[in-house]
């Protein structure tokens, strides 16, 4: 690529790849052309998902930022709409690459991986002489922020993860409820005896009892 990029003339080119979790596969290409490179065949134009109309700059990320990317497709008809904006995509891989065609305009070996990311959010705009969609990819590493809600130690929780596994159905260290300024339950006194007279002596015929 550094040898390739060096010469005179060069031909850039840039290369989405979309692996959608429905078994789809999006390979699109910034011009009108057509490329075989890493496993599969790039075009201008996918017949169903269309073509890319704009993308964000690439930036690396710093601090409290993931490194993310969004671009915006202009899909070929409102079946790829359907087709990419379905909830079950969501988090689907996203990669681009930058490449170099040597004067033969072949792919010169390797293009560079500028993002490898997972599909975040799709939004479609319709409206008169416009049908597009705006999508929003993120790095991995925006998981991160997840903020673990809805995380329990619970045996349904458990199965969530681990489906058939009952290492939490017998659990008996259950903590007790605490209320906190609302009348709790109401629970009857327990009377339990003890052995022992008044002042702490151990004869047998002294017995007491205590009422929680």
Same mark, same amino acid.
């Given at each position: +690529?550094? $040898?390739?990029?060096?010469? !005179?003339? $060069? ?32 075009? #201008? ?5 269309? $073509?890319?109309? /704009? ?10 930022? /993931?490194?993310?990317? @969004?671009? !915006? ?18 988090? @689907?891989?996203?990669?681009? %690459?930058?490449?170099?065609?040597? $004067? @033969?305009?072949?792919?010169? *070996? ?30 991995? +590493? ?19 993860? %681990? ?16 209320? %906190?300024?609302? +009348? #709790? ?16 002596? @151990? #004869?047998?015929? !002294?017995?007491? *009892?205590?009422? %929680?």
């Amino acid at each position: +690529m550094v $040898t390739a990029l060096q010469a !005179n003339p $060069t031909t850039l080119f840039g290369a989405l790849q979309i692996d959608l979790k429905s078994g789809q596969t999006v390979r699109v290409l910034d011009g009108c052309a057509s490329l075989t490179f890493n496993g599969g065949t790039f075009t #201008g134009l996918d017949p169903l998902f269309g $073509t890319i109309a /704009a993308i964000d700059t690439i930036e690396d990320g710093f601090g409290d930022e /993931a490194p993310a990317l @969004s671009f !915006n497709f202009i899909p070929a008809s409102g079946a790829s709409i359907a087709a990419l904006a379905v909830p079950a995509n969501q988090g @689907s891989r996203v990669r681009v %690459w930058l490449g170099a065609l040597d $004067t @033969s305009y072949n792919v010169v *070996a390797d293009p560079i991986l500028l993002f490898d990311g997972e599909l975040d959010q799709i939004t479609p705009t319709v409206g008169k002489d416009k049908r597009e969609l705006d999508v929003d990819a993120v790095s991995g +590493m925006e998981r991160f922020f997840d903020n673990q809600e809805g995380v329990r130690l619970s045996p349904t929780f458990h199965k969530s993860l %681990w489906p058939g596994e009952t290492g939490l159905d017998n659990i008996t260290g259950l903590e007790n409820k605490v209320f %906190w300024g609302v +009348m #709790g339950e109401s629970v009857s006194p327990v009377t339990i005896g003890y052995v022992g007279g008044p002042s702490g002596g @151990s #004869g047998r015929g !002294n017995s007491g *009892a205590v009422q %929680w």
